[in-house]
């Protein structure tokens, strides 16, 4: 597409403004590729056309500003001073003719500069008197409470972790494996071992723990209420974890396909979301195919130009 658009641009019967509208849009597509991977000839085509649109911008510039004239010194002073006065409260009267254009000038950034500061300064003032009143605030007994039995939470969670994982590296530890195939067997556990330690997954290390036969039903049976209680609290925290996952994979699938949040997602139905997807994505392809073949011709350009306005002017 990017390319019928710069064979279209050399083409006899466009108008200057058709041609701004290619170069708008031969940018428009190419930037997001670009973006994603390295295309030097794609790149070269942008470099390209971006001189063009700025020697474009020039000229009009250029023509603005001998368009945009001031019937006289005395009109600009005028203007310069009607804003300064609105900008201070003070009269128009208060204001000289000798006061030059560039002088008015000068006034009108002294002021702005001074009521930024005094902006800044009265945000400055708010936020230290935040900062004041959050750290005079005092926590409650609640909440205190709340601190501390998370706080007993979490080092339930990683004293659990670290005790199942050290059984497990004791009785994993390839180095005093004498035979070659066990030991490359217990190498590709401990690794299994190491990374589900590192990401404090208790369940994983409980799983190999069982298949290794290193617990059983009746030593589960005589854990400890202590000890029974940290797995609990930190399989719970795990539980809550991939809830979590889930559901922001279900959210992202949603919102990806357009589909109504309230939509209960199943291998079924979203399978046939993606089938819809497949099938709008070949419709668009031929679509843009009759598109590509139409470009040929200066009368399908500009038709096609002026179907395309919209896009990079919505409004």
């Known amino acids: 597409m990017i390319y019928r658009l710069d064979e279209a641009f050399d083409k006899k019967g466009l108008s200057k403004a058709e041609r701004s509208q290619l170069v708008d849009l031969i940018i428009y597509l190419a930037e997001p590729i670009l973006a994603e991977r390295e295309d030097e000839p ?30 006289s010194d005395e009109t600009e ?35 702005l500069a001074a009521s930024d500061a005094a902006v800044e300064a009265q945000m400055e003032a708010r936020r230290a008197a935040q900062a004041a009143r959050q750290s005079k605030r005092k926590k409650t007994a609640k909440q205190m409470e709340k601190e501390a039995r998370l706080q007993a939470e979490a080092q339930a969670v990683k004293q659990s972790i670290r005790e199942v994982y050290r059984k497990l590296a004791s009785a994993l530890h390839p180095d005093r494996e004498p035979d070659p195939i066990e030991r490359a067997r217990k190498t590709d556990l401990m690794q299994r071992a190491n990374q589900a330690y590192e990401h404090n997954n208790l369940y994983q290390l409980l799983e190999m723990q069982i ?25 719970k925290a795990e ?45 668009q392809a031929l679509s843009l195919e009759q598109d590509l073949a139409g470009l040929r011709d200066v009368k399908a350009v500009k038709s096609w130009l002026r179907a395309m306005q919209g896009l990079l002017n919505p409004w």
């Open 42 to 71: 794609l790149a070269d085509l942008v470099d390209k056309y971006q001189a063009e649109m700025e020697q474009t911008h020039a000229e009009q510039t250029y023509a603005d500003q001998n368009q945009i004239t001031l019937d």
């Open 77 to 111: 002073q005028w203007y310069l001073k009607t804003l300064l006065a609105e900008m201070t409260g003070t009269d128009l009267a208060d204001y000289e003719n000798n006061h030059s254009p560039e002088e008015l000038m000068r006034l009108i950034q002294e002021h």
């Open 211 to 235: 298949q290794l036969a290193r617990v059983d039903q009746s030593a589960l049976g005589q854990l400890s209420d202590e000890r029974l209680q940290r797995f609990i609290i930190t399989l």
């Open 239 to 283: 539980l809550k974890s991939l809830t979590s996952e889930v559901q922001q994979a279900a959210f992202n699938f949603h919102h990806t396909y357009g589909i109504d949040p309230a939509e209960r997602l199943t291998p079924t139905t979203a399978l046939r979301f993606l089938a819809r997807e497949v099938l709008a994505a070949k419709r």
